[in-house]
């Protein structure tokens, strides 16, 4: 089955301890890229990956690191977290070639305290 | 400025009637892509309909329909004969394709059947 999988689907940390949110795809897309989203706000792009070892920041980067070293995955690093980062994280992905019809993840709902 | 607008926060429409969701964007790209997705309360992000910059036609999926008017950078989701199981959030999106191919999202608009 075509899918984006992150891993964990809830998490709850505290302030300053390092985490990082796993993103995978089995669609050989080029294409990834994560969101958060928070109430009124809509979702909001934090950075996107053409391909293999090519990313770039969106709106709102700060405080936020992913590496592209495989094409499949695509992981969100919080280095440190702070409480404003408490969100729910998507991650997606599409192909190039096309329109870039994205596929989301389920999300993660990230709590920081 | 903001990229994608929706000024409609809520809407309530009554089962099998049409309904308008509206979506203004901006940019200077030639070549973007817009996007709308729902989102019913499981959470999920659904794709519903796509429409090119260069597209003649507007776009239409089924019960859904993009009404395209590049002039006036509009891209309004209409949905005919509402069910119960079209409640959700809803949500404009766009991709720039040669300034980078960035995504943009609106801030949505819940949509709410009424039976």
């Known amino acids: 089955e075509a899918q984006v999988t992150q891993n964990p689907r809830y998490l709850i940390t505290v302030t300053g301890k390092k985490l990082t949110v796993t993103c995978s795809q089995n669609?050989?897309?080029?294409?990834m890229s994560w969101y958060r989203q928070d109430p009124g706000l809509g979702l909001r792009q934090i950075y996107y990956s053409m391909n293999v070892e090519v990313t770039d920041k969106g709106d709102v980067p700060e405080g936020y690191k992913v590496s592209r070293k495989e094409k499949r995955n695509f992981p969100l690093i919080l280095e440190s977290p702070s409480p404003n980062q408490t969100s729910l994280y998507f991650c997606?992905?599409?192909?190039?070639?096309?329109?870039?019809?994205?596929?989301f993840g389920p999300g993660t709902r990230l709590t920081v305290t | 400025a903001q990229k994608i607008t929706q000024t409609q926060p809520g809407m309530f429409v009554q089962e099998k009637e049409a309904v308008t969701l509206d979506c203004t964007y901006d940019t200077s790209d030639p070549s973007y892509g817009l996007f709308w997705y729902k989102q019913p309360s499981s959470g999920e992000m659904i794709f519903l309909i796509y429409?090119?910059?260069?597209?003649?036609q507007n776009a239409t999926e089924g019960r859904y329909s993009l009404n395209f008017q590049k002039a006036r950078k509009s891209a309004n989701l209409v949905i005919s004969a509402s069910q119960l199981g079209d409640s959700a959030m809803y949500f404009c999106a766009m991709r720039e394709a040669q300034l980078g191919n960035q995504f943009y999202f609106g801030t949505g608009t819940s949509l709410t059947v009424i039976p």
């Open positions: 429409q090119g910059s260069y597209d003649q």
């Open positions: 997606a992905s599409s192909s190039t070639q096309g329109f870039y019809e994205q596929y």
């Open positions: 669609m050989n897309h080029e294409y």
